[in-house]
């Protein structure tokens, strides 16, 4: 299977439901590296690279999200994979 990158923003009630450290413990289940962060207009940004059925999974999980979230909507994008990190975690700032 090819490896590539996801980039996805993820809205809804996604902050203070433990969205970011549910992400963290769902990619790393997939083998997935990058990072998660939260955004100063309420939404949560991804960025995580991987096998691209492991992306998707993670695309699937974060539809959903955590108990307590409300997904509204995702948005991403697929973009190339860079081998950029060496493991998977939540980014501050």
Known sequence: MAKARLHAEV???????????????????????????????????IVAEGERDSLEALLGWCRKGPPGARVDRVDYSWEDFKEEFNSFSIAYG
């Open 11 to 45: 809205y809804g009630i996604v902050q203070g439901v433990f969205f970011r450290s549910s992400t963290e413990q769902e990619a790393f289940s997939l083998n997935l590296t990058g990072w998660v962060k939260n955004r100063r207009d309420g939404s949560v940004e």
